[in-house]
């Protein structure tokens, strides 16, 4: 575990917001100031790979990082782009087997968009 590894891991578990790449390096700079984006972009895609840390699209155009690697579901907000956890389990796929067309499913994504309490009082 390198150094940097650690301070990326820290920054997503400090505060589970699941945040972009770009939000991941502006904090860990704050303890790390030397940091290249190289580098944080190729930490977090190796923790992607080694499964430390999910990579999802959440619609919003950017690739968002999750360090909650267990099955749960996301509410997004499309007014202000906040992202909170839903406990789901998603490894019950709600997908009928006649419906699968012959695949194995081994992954499952489910998102709810909308508003979130402060955006739809606007
Ligand atoms: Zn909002
Ligand atoms: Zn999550």
New binding site residues.
């Given amino acids: 575990m390198t150094p940097q590894r650690r301070a990326i891991i820290q920054v997503l578990l400090d505060d589970h917001f699941h945040p972009t790449a770009e939000q991941v390096l502006t904090r860990v700079r704050n303890v790390m100031p030397d940091l290249s984006p190289a580098t944080v972009y190729n930490t977090l895609h190796e923790l992607e790979e080694i499964g430390m840390v999910q990579g999802l699209d959440l619609g919003l155009g950017e690739r968002h990082y999750d360090i909650d690697t267990g099955h749960h579901a996301h509410l997004v ?1 499309i ?2 782009g ?1 992202v909170e956890d839903v406990p789901y389990d998603t490894s019950s796929t709600p997908l009928l087997p006649e419906h699968t067309h012959g695949f194995q499913v081994v992954d499952c994504n489910i998102i709810f968009r909308g ?2 309490p ?2 739809s009082s606007r």
Avoid: E, K, L, P
């Fill in positions: 907000c007014g202000c906040r508003y979130c402060a955006c």
